[in-house]
């Protein structure tokens, strides 16, 4: 099944670059994008009249086509183009034209704050880590329940980005409990043991927030636990 | 900065200094954090080929917490290739 992306991903230039298309998706690593940030510098900015087209250096690779739709018939605001030399913060889809990678920008903001630079680069390490890590995760998970469940499609997405209300580590905790069969339900421990990249604190934190939210309940002890979606 | 106006020294986040080089001279006045992009040259000093000031009208920038970050991204390569 598909690990559908429904949130917007950071990256570098270089990635985007790299990412490969498969009919209208796609992918960096395996992981799907479609909505990415980058931030940069702007190099060039050239007015059309119903675009403006930018070229933003991150330094990962060459400057990347930017292109932003104006709307003629709103005057000001939205016209007024960024400078050269300017770093912003871009928000677009990745598109790809006769091999050419580009982006379609629905904003353009300056940075006001350079911390915000900072803040980015690291955010894409941590975006494309923990996609990777879920996309790897799921692939791991039992496949063995039936194909009525749809909303299991709600794996996808970054970890501290919520999907269906979710984050990852609540996602999977949930998962590796709606699929035990023992009637007892899945236990602390047992969590623990399969999901070795989380520490118990965490298991334990994401039990509590699954549980209050009703999507499991505890059987025989407060360690273990059964979904209230379980087939 | 250099009298001549041709060369300046840089601190990094860790206190580190960096010599950089230009073609020509500066004809502003530069102050605050700068980006600089260049060539590393043999005695291991910077030739610039552009510049940027960072920004700090309305917040300072953390050099120490990019410097860290650096680090952190140079650590994955995988996660942030470099062209």
Redesign the interface.
Known sequence: QRIRSQNIVPC?V??LL?AEQVDETFRI?DVEISQVTIIG?IRHAEKAPTNILYKVDD????PMDVRQWVDTDEAGGENVVVLP?T?VKVAGHLRSFQNKKSLVAFKIMP?????E??TH??E??NA??IL?KNLMSASRAPQSFSAGIGDVGGYGGGGSLPVNGLTAHQSQVLNLIKNCPVPEGMSLQELKLQLHHMSMSTIKQAVEFLSSEGHIYSTVDDDHYKSTDAE | IHPTGKLFVLSDGEGKHATVELSEPLDEEISGVLEVVGRVTNQATIMCMSYVQFREDKSPFDLELYNEALKIIHEFPEYFPFG
């Open positions: 570098t270089s990635q790299a690593r510098i330094m990962t690779a060459a030399g770093y940075l006001e704050n350079m911390n630079f900072t680069i690291l894409i390490v494309h880590m990777r």
